[in-house]
């Protein structure tokens, strides 16, 4: 019984719009969450639910399948019920300035930890002085200098009546203090002196040298007469500082009473203020500048807060599916998108200054990262981005291994440099981190990093489609409706919603599926809206899908035209009319950037007796590929199991595919190549109005391949170009009509009877639509019928096989060893 070709309503599955009971998508409420993806956005689920250590999300799925949006959508719904995390500042520390504090405050309170100590600092600036300059402080610093010189000369004075009591004076010389003898109270000038006699010279000089000997121990006294006066001047100040900080401070205290860390660094603070109040003067502040303020000498930068995290109200911008730059949703738990995931902008990092021809850096130039944002709520990583940025992987490992944020520079983490840098607190991590990938990273992942599977236990697995039905049309019509009003878009009519939902199923490569990679969606809507606005339609209608689909391919066209070109012109040889043994059309598919295309492939083959050996020339030559050959061995496999089976397989195959230079690869045309050595070695010519596509196994059963409608269209087109008979056609394996979404002008040629589409289950079905001739079943004596195909082969080979017999043997009938 001749098999029959498809019917048309079996290549395409409409939509039926009439289940629609809206006009436009306007009408439609949004989706509740992403349709099909129920499993996906479960481990989502749990994932945020489960707060022990490790529990990091990675979701895992094609691109454009929506699964950033979908998890922002699901933390929008959550992270308002979880507390606001608390704020972070780094601040000097004034033991140690290399190890600046980390402090944690409530939400939204380092700002006014911040501006609170700025205005202490500010009203210190002014206030201090004034004091400094009032009477009281005046007065009191006067008697403490009194106190000094009083002591100081009372000393001078009563050396110096004891000289004159001596007949010697203490005289004061720009070289210092120095003695000589007097008389009547006058210097004696040395003339006069060095008439005495000598005895009374020297009872002179001896007096002198007692009384230097009195001045220096006077000089000896003076140091520690200073560090007295300068010890009381200091009280004084401290006095004065501890009142002025103290009063001050007060307020600021109180504020952050019930935060301890926070409370000793205020006390660290107030107690610096008053160690160093000389801070207040400009003659001190001027020899202080450099040793204590290393950034262009500011005095006062050590006293600055560094807000490196606010999480008040007001300090970032709600994020949302398709902006989420980070931020709050209803006071909650942040979330936070890294788009440029480098090591720096992970971790944070310590800038530098230059100053003086050098690099120096403070506490002050510390830079939070997304890890210090996202600290307390979730942060959303591209996979792929990641892994590209040197050391950023190792490091966002390290901060969820230890769940703390070490500051360092990546040349620190190489040990490559060995400079004094600081090193700040580290910072305690509460983060959710949520990775994007594809399935081949995750396992890639999974298989090669043993430390990910500990880090990321949760696996949210986005699916790429779903079942298509009823149901699924309208959740699909209220995802379209959801991405109009995202995307502002024009609404979609009923009929284009089927439009969409059809080409979707063509997406998928299955008429009982509908593709969940949204962005693919999201862009043919995108294109249709601008068509429709040029209409200046109020809704997109099919019309406008359609000429965004056909746009579509139009500019990516140009490789296909120019295949086409070269069929028709004869440069590439494809035969679609007459009969050929040993040759088949075979079908292949190229993909190279957006445009994906068939095309016809000739496949011949060649047969004479030999030592059972088919040969791949493709292989052969190195431009077959691993699965490509396995096809021909699987081939090979089936004609020994199916002919000669009781003699040696005596035969040498050659195959190819003419005309191809740029190699091949798949198993989708062991089924061709099959047909085009059966009809070579039965001598019975293949119908080249037919193409087939189809893989085998050892069985002879065809089994299903991939993009099977570009396919059927690449042989269409070819045929259409040259004109259609009505005897043209492809032949595909029955397993791949569930897939076919054949474009409108293919429906329509078979339809009139112009075109044929054959669906094969066995070797057998496609031998016998490609010859004409019945392939033939062995009965119950392991016989073909008379003949069929088949027997045609098994005779042929029986030739083959007592040829090599014969040819064995020498001339006396004696078979040669």
Known sequence: MPLEPLSADLLYRDCDVSQFEFSTTAELSDAMGLVGQDRALEAIRFGTRMDKSGYNIFALGPHGAGMRDGVIRHLQSIVGKRPVPGDWVYVNNFTDPNKPVALRTTAGRAEALRSGVADLIQDLRGSIPAILESEEYKKRLAAIDANYTQHQGQAFEALRIKAEAKNVTLLSTPSGFAFAPQREGEVMKPETFNELPEEEREKIKDTI?????????????????????????????????????????????????????????????EADLVENIGLFTAEEREQLAAPMGPIGGDVFRRYTVNVIVNNGPDAAPEPTAGNSNGGFIGGGAPIITEEHPAFANLIGRVEHMSNMGALVTDFSLIKAGSLHRANGGYLLIDALRLLREPLAWDGLKRALRTQRIVLEAPGDYLSLVSTVALEPDPIPLETKVILFGDRLLYYMLAENDPEFRDLFKVSADFDDQIDRDGDTDLLYAEMIATLCRENDLLPLTAAAVGRVIEESSRFAEDAEKLSLEVGSITDLMQEADLYARDDAADAIDVLHVQQAIDERVHRADRLRERSLEAITRDVVMIDTEGFVAGQVNGLSVLSLGQASFGRPTRITARARMGKGNVVDIEREV?????????????????????????????????LVFEQSYGGVDGDSASVAELVALLSSLAEVPVNQGLAVTGSLNQLGQIQPIGGVNEKIEGFFDICMRRGLTG???????????????????????????????????????????????????????????????????????????????????????????
């Open 209 to 269: 040298g007692e009384l230097e000997q009195e001045l220096a121990s006077i000089f000896q006294h003076v140091p520690g007469w200073e560090k007295e006066r300068r010890a009381q001047v200091h009280e004084l100040n401290r006095e004065v500082a501890t009142n002025a900080v103290g009063r001050s401070i007060h307020d600021l205290t109180s504020m952050f009473e019930g935060n301890e860390k926070v409370a000793a660094w205020l006390r660290e603070l």
């Open 622 to 654: 190195d431009l077959g590929g691993a699965l490509h050959s396995k096809g021909v061995l699987i081939l090979t496999g089936f004609l020994s199991a199916h002919f000669a089976i009781n003699i040696p397989l005596s035969l040498t195959a050659t």
């Open 727 to 817: 005897d043209q056609g492809v032949i595909i394996p029955a397993a791949n009509v569930k897939h076919l979404m054949l474009r409108r002008d293919v429906v329509d040629a078979v339809e009139r009877g112009m075109f044929s589409v054959f669906a094969a289950e066995t070797i057998e079905d496609a031998v016998t639509i490609m010859t004409g001739a019945h392939a033939g079943q062995r009965d119950e004596n392991d016989d073909f019928p008379p003949g069929s195909l088949f027997e045609r082969v098994d005779q042929r080979l029986l030739e083959f096989a007592e040829a090599q017999v014969a040819f064995g043997k020498d001339d006396s009938g004696v078979t040669a060893s």
